[in-house]
């Protein structure tokens, strides 16, 4: 008798209001497999693996553990059932020492000693060196990785799930991590789920691979059974090129020969620490500019430089040739610079606030006299971007949290293009919007582009990047890593050069 | 003996018994702020548990059944304040200083409509070390209760330091979102520490009462709950320093109440203040060293 | 507001109300007189009425201010202190300054409310250089600042009061001059309506419309509802919440001035001129949910509890019930807010 597989999830389904992040997935793991968890983001993903660690509960559904049906309320339940994550947004306690995250990912009484000397034997037997006393704070994205794995495999789990776990990692970190996964899986005869939105990870990593596109199994095979053009075309929906750069989506118009035109955005050596190494680029008026590459390495921090919310530590960003002063709040956007940042919720809006004033937060002297807020100006500036825009709210007055993502990412959009701005940058921009929301959003930059416009897309997603773009940059470590124009450009190459090797 | 040593004896004896009651709800407040609360009700922690030993201990006619209810009325106001914070997300500012404000005036009322009488839990005093010249009355000549430090400054450092609860409350104080992840229950962590807080508090606010004073007068502790806040920033978050802080400061109250006696001129406002200021220019200054939680006074929701 | 919300509400409501009664009636007192006597001591005539505006013209300034601050995400809760401040430098002014006429009272009120509003900027800026919490050292400038008062009144070159002859100085000032105190409103038979209370309405009709309707109080709420919108719109975070602490302590300190120069006190300087007026004038601007116009009548009900409270002392109960009813009622308020998922302070 075959033994029973060591998770088994069935018909999982889990619904956020109107919207389905799970619609009753089958998911089989066996022990002694790596298995690829394939989709976009938002695909629902993280739902499920959420629901695994027992951070949410399924509407319905089954999980079947060892062939037997277990109900889990909690990380620490799920540890204790052998269900155990390494987190893609890291799990750890800055201030605390490397052996004491470790011990805080396990229970009963804490061993100083023994704790100390397992992670010494565990970073031994997989080939990961760390320093058990260091502090965490202290250490390097890769080393954390570590960390985040010992403390992950230091609890004997026979499932072990993997989330994006490359993102931070150089290509010979992540030849690294793979080679230890096949170590745990083989030898020690325990199941991984890697999930990951790289193709080529998953085909030179994993057993088995599993799709899933807006919450459905779209795809399940043996690794060796398919291909990365099936695989990015069961992921996307629709059929991708890789190798010429011609999707189905329709393209954006041909640069305007940014050679001659002016450069709308300079970044030169722009530096965070963590985040941004010297990092320059540019962007010309009325092209679209894709920046592309692995979560973690700087977008977030470059995001943040741009919306005026750090001040790097060396460096200068140049709208229309003049340099602007960072450490001046709202600089960047008189200037001319209008950005959609990728966590709205953080710095894009005001969700107790008011549509209308959200609308107008950033160009208050427009609606307002020397000291009063004209209101009923504001009323009708409001209503002018909502109609442009196609905002649908139950009033302008009512606060902005009760509106829709979509809806929520376009009051954004139009009140950063009301300023008529010279640039504009949007990160990650359509993340959690559904794909009506998508097209028109799409549809919305490439007129900017074409009104003259020069538009900066940060993104991760390679779909994107490919539909959207007239050239790309490729970010890694903070540093640009590569740059050309998007019909040149294909997976292969712009993994290469995201991967840090170019 | 000469007289600079005989004053000496008394200005020690007099620190160290003004210093134990701030010494053991440091030792609860110092476990609540590293688990993320900045509990301001330790006020309130220390005026009713003053106020519920001597009354129990009359009703009991035991000081020691008082010492207890103080302990345990002090978890109790923990475990409101525990509530209302990690339950209800209410400001912890908002809710320490409304449960003070609740706890003064209900202590105040019960204390002018009734008569608790005095009650007092006995002394001891250890043979042969008494007899030591200047340290020996003041270490060794005590309200039995103060003998209790010996034993609770070291268990609490353990616990913080050492036990997995004291690594998880840590974690919880830290990074809270990291902590959750990992499987740790933040809020049921956050209000453990602040029923561990009260019931320390609790124990400082009924020695005050049934050891030292032996009878409860209204709003007796006078913002000794503020001076342990004081006490705990002035350590920089450290046990050992936030004692040092609790004994300075006992010390100051000590000499301000000694010094005109014994006829020095002497500015008792500046001696009060001490311990303020000393808190505030902890912060301005040795913000490196500290040792200050991650998430102090934010309270911890998951996001969805 | 959620279901549990409302209940919780209502069940710490009750707590409110029940809770003193009972304590009254198990401590041999007649609830039913007792508040009989509250309202006679607050409501009951002319003389308690004009006693109860009174109160409630220096609780009002304090709510306002505590509204601009914590609307400003920076929390200040040492208002106590800075009543105390502004009453210091108010009596500075009124005793030291050769200001001819009534003008005297003008002075003292501007000293008021720039020393206290001086005193709290001093929370703003260790916040801007160290980081230093705002409602942490709002709090410990509470505690120097009563010792900074007990040694002016205590030290003869300072304030304390100059007495010919033997009898030795108390811990207090002069009183201050008659010009310089708060006059009446218009002429009333037995109704006194104090100059302080239009004062403080005057102030929050004012302080609401500039939150409400300018260009600054739309920047203020922004910068503490979300701080790093705000700053990606063009505002300073740091100023913003520096200059409403710093009218919030001012507005403390003038309610200390108002303290000063009422019949609320002797006129003189003394260390508890501030009769806890900064705490209780926090409690009602969390009752009011930071709505200054809010604040009038909230300001009015504890003014209520404050008079009764007293005349409930003539009738031989002791009067601290009146504080755990206040104290209910802030925990009634300030609890079902944040169960709608929102915190109280920005």
């Known amino acids: 008798m075959a033994p029973e597989p060591a998770l088994r999830l069935r018909g999982i389904t889990k619904r956020y209001g109107a919207v389905v992040a799970c619609d009753g997935v089958d998911l089989t793991l066996e022990r002694g497999e790596i298995h690829g968890l394939l989709g976009e983001n938002g695909a629902g993903k993280s739902t499920l693996m959420r629901i695994l660690l027992g951070l949410e509960t399924q509407d319905s559904g089954a999980i079947d553990r060892d062939g037997r049906a277990v109900t889990i309320t909690g990380p620490r339940q799920a540890a204790a059932l052998g269900i155990s994550m390494v987190h893609q947004h890291f799990s750890l306690v800055d201030p605390l020492a490397v052996w004491e995250n470790v011990a805080l990912g396990q229970s009963g009484p804490v061993r100083r000693a023994a704790v100390r000397a397992g992670v010494r034997a565990a970073a031994e037997r997989y080939g990961l060196a760390i320093d058990p006393d260091a502090r965490v704070g202290s250490l390097s994205a890769g080393e954390r990785q570590r960390v985040e794995l010992l403390k992950c495999l230091r609890r004997d789990p026979a499932v072990l799930i993997m989330d994006e776990p490359t993102s931070v990692l150089t290509r010979a970190e992540s030849a690294e991590l793979f080679a230890v996964l096949r170590r745990v899986v083989a030898a020690e005869h325990r199941a991984v789920v890697l999930i990951s939105h790289k193709l080529a990870e998953i085909t030179t990593a994993t057993d088995r691979v599993t799709v899933i596109r807006a919450g459905r199994v779209v795809l399940r095979r043996a690794t060796a059974a398919t291909t990365e053009a099936e695989l990015a075309r069961e992921m996307v929906g629709r059929e991708v090129t890789l190798g010429a750069a011609v999707g189905v989506l329709p393209h954006a118009p041909a640069p305007a020969a940014p050679a001659s035109s002016q450069a709308a955005l300079r970044l030169r050596g722009l530096t965070t620490r963590p985040g941004l190494d010297d990092l320059c680029l540019t962007v010309h008026a009325g092209e679209i500019v894709g920046l592309y590459g692995a979560e973690g390495n700087g977008q977030k921090s470059l995001g943040d430089v741009l919306s005026g919310l750090t001040v790097p530590d060396a460096g200068t960003v140049e709208v229309a040739g003049a340099p602007v002063d960072l450490r001046r709040p709202g600089a960047l956007s008189a200037a001319g610079l209008g950005i959609v940042p990728e966590d709205r919720h953080h710095a894009g809006v005001v969700l107790d606030l008011s549509v209308a004033e959200n609308l107008v937060m950033t160009r208050l002297g427009d609606v307002s006299g020397r000291v009063f807020v004209d209101r009923r100006r504001l009323r009708r500036r409001a209503r002018a971007l909502a109609d442009e825009y196609g905002i649908t709210a139950p009033s302008l007055d009512s606060p902005l949290r009760t509106l829709s993502g979509g809806n929520q990412q376009r009051v954004v959009l139009a009140r950063e293009l009301s300023g008529r701005p010279r640039v504009l940058v949007a990160a990650q921009p359509s993340r959690g919007l559904d794909v009506g929301a998508v097209e028109d959003l799409y549809a919305r930059l490439r007129r900017c582009a074409s009104d003259g416009i020069a538009v900066l897309v940060i993104s991760t997603e390679l779909e994107e990047i490919l539909a959207l773009t007239t050239r790309v940059a490729t970010i890694f470590r903070g540093r640009i890593v590569g740059e050309l124009p998007t019909a040149q450009a294909d997976a292969e190459r712009l993994g290469l050069l995201t991967g840090g090797a170019a | ?304 | ?346």
């Open chain 2, 1 to 304: 003996m000469s007289t600079v040593a005989a004053d000496l004896e008394t200005i020690l004896s007099s620190g160290i018994r003004l210093a134990a009651p701030l010494a053991f709800a440091a030792c609860g407040e110092y476990v609540a702020e590293r688990a993320g609360t900045l509990n301001v009700s330790v006020e309130a922690m220390m005026l009713g548990a003053a106020f519920g030993s001597i009354a129990v201990a009359g009703l009991t006619g035991s000081a020691t059944a008082g010492l207890l209810a103080g302990v345990l009325l002090g978890a109790l106001v923990g475990s409101v304040h525990g509530a209302l914070s990690h339950r209800w997300h209410v400001n912890t500012f908002v809710v320490g200083l409304v449960l003070n404000a609740l706890v003064l005036g209900l202590t105040s009322y019960l204390v002018t409509v009734g008569d608790l009488g005095r009650h007092q839990v006995a002394q001891v005093s250890v043979p042969g070390l008494r007899d030591l010249p200047v340290l020996g009355a003041p270490l060794f000549v005590e309200r039995w209760p103060v003998y209790l430090l010996l034993a609770l400054v070291p268990l609490t450092w353990w616990l913080v330091e050492r036990s997995r609860w004291g690594l998880e409350l840590r974690a919880a104080g830290e990074n809270p979102e990291a902590a959750d992840m990992t499987g740790i229950r933040v809020n049921l962590r956050r209000r453990q520490a602040l029923l561990w807080c009260g019931a320390l508090a609790g124990l400082g606010g009924a020695y005050l009462a049934v050891g030292e004073v032996g009878s409860f007068n209204q709003n007796m502790t006078a913002g000794r709950g503020y001076l342990v806040i004081a006490a705990v920033i002035f350590g920089g978050w450290r046990l050992g320093r936030t004692l040092v802080g609790c004994a300075v400061f006992g010390l100051a109250d000590a000499l301000r109440l000694a010094l005109p006696a014994l006829g020095h001129t002497v500015n008792s406002q500046l001696l009060i203040s001490a311990p303020y200021l000393l808190a505030l220019l902890a912060m301005l200054l040795f913000t490196t060293r500290q040792r200050r939680p991650g998430a102090l006074a934010q309270p911890f929701r998951r996001a969805s």
């Open chain 3, 1 to 346: 507001m959620t279901r549990t919300g409302a209940w919780v509400s209502a069940v710490i409501v009750a707590a409110a109300v029940v809770l003193p009664g009972l304590l009254i009636a198990v401590t041999g007192g007649s609830p039913a007189a007792a508040l009989r006597a509250l309202i006679q001591g607050s409501l009951g005539d002319a003389t308690a009425v004009s006693q109860t505006l009174l109160y409630a013209a220096p609780l009002l300034l304090v709510a306002v201010g505590a509204c601009c601050s914590a609307r400003s995400g920076a929390f200040n809760i040492g208002q106590e202190g800075q009543v105390l401040i502004g009453a210091l430098a108010g009596a500075a002014a009124g005793l030291r300054l050769a200001v001819p006429g009534p003008a005297l009272l003008v002075v003292v009120l501007l000293a008021a409310a720039l020393a206290a509003g001086a005193w709290a900027w001093l929370s703003a800026l260790m916040n801007r250089l160290r980081g230093v919490d705002i409602a942490v050292s709002t709090l410990l400038m509470t505690f120097l600042a009563q010792q900074v008062v007990a040694f002016a009144v205590t030290t003869p070159w300072l304030l304390q009061e100059s007495r010919l002859g033997a009898a030795a100085a108390l811990p207090q000032s002069n009183k201050l001059p008659s010009r310089a105190l708060l006059g009446s409103l218009g002429d009333h038979p037995g109704l006194q309506l104090n100059l302080g209370l239009a004062v403080g309405i005057v102030v929050a009709v004012l302080v609401a419309v500039a939150l409400d309707r300018t260009r600054w109080g739309f920047r203020l709420t922004m910068a503490g509802l979300n701080p790093a919108a705000a700053r990606h719109a063009g505002i300073s975070v740091t100023a913003v919440g520096g200059i409403a602490l710093t009218v919030s302590g001012a507005l403390a300190g003038l309610a200390g001035a108002v303290l000063l120069t009422s019949p609320l006190s002797t006129n003189r300087l003394q260390p508890d001129i501030s009769i806890n007026i900064g705490w209780d004038g926090l409690l009602v601007a969390l009752v009011a949910r930071n709505r200054p116009l809010l604040a009038i009548p909230i300001a009015g009900l504890f003014a209520v509890l404050r008079a009764g409270g007293n005349f409930l002392a003539a009738t031989g109960v002791p009067p601290y019930l009146v504080d755990v009813v206040k104290a209910l009622l802030t925990l009634a308020f300030v609890a079902p807010a944040v169960l709608r998922r929102r915190s109280v302070i920005a």
